[in-house]
């Protein structure tokens, strides 16, 4: 009797577990057609984030240019945002390579349903027991659908990262904050959580956070799949991200206005210096010429303008920042004042400057006529020196940057 009645309680229990845990027919519909609007969402967002870098590259020279965004916080975050994306990229290019390798296996099972017959192998292979299309098209399928949950779980987190970023920029624009105090806000306030989260773990909210979706989602990738094995798959996606990640940052250390240009100046990257050869989506990061060859007696040389330097005139007449005895220098009045122009290694004086707008996006510049008739045919140099007044780690720094620009042109015989 008292066997019966334990058969038959847990019978009751397994059915009960077997209903709740029933797949309705709709989901079981959607996931057995679900491969449809991967290929297409994986399709379109791929696209876009081919598109994405050089338009983010941008908008951070923007930052930096006219809003005075540090060029440290402003790398920061786009080497975050760059991360971001190109993490997706990988995800999306394995996923789309994965659904084509599964609709060849599909075609493969309609074909050869029966899959392998062993009586007409080579001898060598005939005794090798050998899987059915069915098995692999099934095997594949649960791995595309497996690594089409990963950008739900990746994205969240992403996201809400990059609010709060977006969001410290901002704070960082409002209230002129620039040396780098944003990203010591995000330090900050990562800390604070990281804190709360320790001291207050049987709370509520940290059981909600721990159960919110993507704490599900990992949870559901570490149990299912091994916790070793989802840490893998993620650091091997990291590390394909890498060289994407290193193209696009390509070219943004220009960008760094209170800097010396780079050493291998004998491999001129002509894009920044030459409007000739300029990449028109993108803005001007120093100085630069119209043409590396010259006809003329004369040329126009253009200075960018960054909204900083604004701060940094404004902090030295303010005696905020004081010039070093050692500088040779002058406490500048006006934009110009922060440069020095040298036509190979000879000052040139008495500059007249004008203020102009660039066709890409109104950029702000200075332009100046230089006399050149009086130069040799052949190769010359113009060179820019910059007083860069900053703030780094709460101290006050004033520097010279002897090299701020080099631009080498040919005068051409008449």
């Known amino acids: 009797m008292e066997d019966k009645f334990t058969d038959t309680s847990q019978t009751d229990i397994e059915d009960k577990f077997a209903n709740s845990s029933a797949i309705p027919d709709w989901l079981k519909d959607t996931q057995n057609r679900s491969w449809e609007p991967e290929v297409i969402i994986s399709g379109l967002i791929l696209t876009s984030l081919f598109i994405v ?24 975050i786009f080497l975050y945002l760059s991360f971001v994306i190109n993490v997706f990229k990988v995800f999306f290019i394995i996923h789309l390579l994965s659904r084509l390798a599964w609709a060849g296996l599909v075609g493969l099972s309609y074909a050869f349903p029966e899959g392998v ?27 595309c659908s497996t690594l089409f949950g990963f950008p739900v779980y990746t994205g969240i987190l992403f996201t809400v990262f990059t609010f709060v970023l977006f969001l410290l920029v901002g704070v960082s624009i409002l ?142 007449k303010s005696g905020e920042f004081q010039i070093p005895d050692s500088i040779d220098w002058e406490i500048p009045q006006n934009f110009p004042d922060l440069f020095r122009v040298y036509l190979n290694d000879s000052l040139v004086s008495n500059l007249d400057w004008a203020k102009v707008k660039l066709k890409i996006d109104h950029q702000k510049a200075f332009t ?45 015989k008449k």
């Open 53 to 76: 870098p050089t338009k983010l590259f941008q908008f951070y020279t923007i930052l930096i240019q006219e809003y005075a965004v540090s060029f440290v916080s402003s790398l920061v």
């Open 117 to 143: 017959d062993n009586t007409k192998l080579f001898k060598t292979f005939s005794e090798y027991k050998f899987r059915s299309p069915t098995e692999l098209v099934i095997k594949l399928e649960n791995w």
């Open 175 to 316: 209230f002129g904050l620039h040396s780098t105090e944003e990203i010591y806000l995000f330090l900050l306030l990562t800390a604070i959580y990281t804190v709360i989260a320790y001291v207050f773990k049987k709370s509520k909210i940290a059981q909600w956070i721990g159960t919110s979706i993507p704490s599900t989602i990992s949870s559901i990738y570490q149990s299912n799949l091994g916790k070793w094995k989802v840490m893998i798959f993620v650091y091997c996606i990291m590390f394909l991200s890498m060289p994407n990640i290193l193209s696009d940052l390509h070219g943004f250390d220009m960008y760094a206005n209170i800097s010396n240009i780079d050493d291998e100046l004998e491999w001129l990257n002509k894009s920044f210096w030459y409007e000739e050869y300029h990449d028109e989506e993108l803005r001007y990061a120093r100085a630069f010429i119209k043409k590396e060859q010259v006809y003329n007696e004369s040329l126009l040389l253009n200075i960018v303008h960054y909204q900083e330097d604004e701060f940094s005139i404004a902090s030295l």
């Open 368 to 412: 100046m006529i230089l006399d050149i008739e009086h130069l040799k045919p052949g190769k010359n140099l113009i060179r820019v020196e910059k007083l860069c007044a900053f703030s780094i780690l709460m101290s006050d720094k004033i520097k010279v940057r002897k090299r701020w620009a080099e631009i080498p042109f040919y005068k051409m």
